[in-house]
């Protein structure tokens, strides 16, 4: 079943806590087997409390982004990426596993796009630093 476009905030469109939980852990799952940029996650893996707290900040940013009640508390995206250097492709790369966990999700167009929206505003601050 399609997610309701016509609900009031992205928030509520993406499903709240539980459904933006379910497009974090698919966009983590992805971003782990993604040649593209596995090499920057799976070390992730061998640091559990890590991963819970990058996991966490992930699922915070999500929600507050999208107009929900969670507050982020982690860095800003450029201190968070400062000296990763992410270049062009690993970005797309990127925006590709979390579109794709969108339509997964069964998020409406309209919110993937809005989504899509977000991400590109915040592309300066990631590529690059």
């Known amino acids: 079943m399609e997610k ?3 609900q009031n905030s992205l928030y509520e469109r993406l499903g ?29 893996k061998d ?3 890590h991963f819970k707290e990058v996991r966490q900040h992930l699922i915070n940013f999500f929600i507050m982004g ?6 982020y508390t982690g860095k800003d995206m450029h201190t968070a990426h400062i000296g990763m250097n992410i270049n062009q492709g690993e970005y797309m790369s990127v925006i590709d596993d979390i579109m794709l966990a969108l339509d997964k999700n069964n998020v409406d ?3 993937r796009k809005d989504v899509l929206a977000i991400l590109y505003s915040l592309k300066g601050q990631m590529i690059g630093v």
């Open 4 to 6: 309701n476009e016509n």
């Open 109 to 111: 167009e309209q919110s």
């Open 66 to 71: 999208s107009g929900g009640p969670n507050q």
């Open 16 to 44: 709240g806590v539980e459904g933006i939980t379910a497009i974090v852990d698919d966009v983590v799952e992805s971003h782990m087997a993604n040649p593209a940029i596995k090499a920057r996650f799976l070390p992730l």
């Open 47 to 49: 640091d559990t409390e």
